[in-house]
């Protein structure tokens, strides 16, 4: 396991791209960049809008929570839908289990969500480094909107930075990513 160190918790406070308010204007600027690049979305309220918005994600990561709130139910039914896959991954922490389910899921042929107990919000790192470069991963930016990453050769050394200054095992956490 991977846990955030508290001297870096200011590393999140700034958005990793552009921030959207509308899921419709975030999916039009994707799709103009790769066509048959995956789509990943972490958290709850980010996959509900993308899939009302008519895109639903590739790969989705949730944990039933908004603002460690649990989300009201219409959110939680349109998002617990098709295979659903669950794992275990402690908050401010990042688990061999969700990095490995996250690889798994991105390689499945059919939309996978992954269900987390505990909490999904540094999923994002591990999300950019897993995806095949042109992929977009979407996050929540808490009271702003969502947040639209494409994956790149620099936003996958971004993240591999910041996760190098976690505390924990790196390299059998990070195994499955064969980066």
Do not use: C, W
Not at 14 to 42: H, I, Q, R
Not at 90 to 117: H, I, K, M, Q, R
Not at 119 to 131: I, M, S, Y
């Amino acid at each position: 396991m991977l846990t955030l160190p508290t001297d870096l918790r200011a590393a999140f406070k700034e958005p990793f791209g552009p921030v959207y308010t509308e899921a419709e204007a975030l999916l039009a600027d994707a799709s103009s960049e790769e066509t048959d690049a995956p789509l990943v979305a972490v958290g709850d309220v980010v996959t509900f809008h993308l899939r009302r918005a008519g895109r639903p994600p590739d790969v989705a990561i949730i944990d039933g929570k908004t603002k460690r709130e649990a989300v009201d139910e219409e959110i939680r039914r349109a998002i617990e839908t098709g295979r659903l896959v669950e794992v275990t991954n402690e908050p401010g922490t990042l688990s061999f289990d969700l990095v490995s389910a996250l690889v798994e899921a991105l390689d499945a042929e059919e939309p996978t969500t992954l269900l987390v107990t505990g909490e999904e919000d540094l999923a994002t790192l591990p999300a950019v480094l897993a995806a095949p470069l042109g992929s977009t991963v979407v996050y929540g930016q808490p009271d702003e909107g969502m947040v639209r990453v494409t994956v790149t050769e620099a936003a996958k050394t971004e993240m591999r930075d910041l996760l190098a200054q976690f505390d924990g095992d790196i390299e059998t956490v990070l195994s499955p990513l064969d980066t």
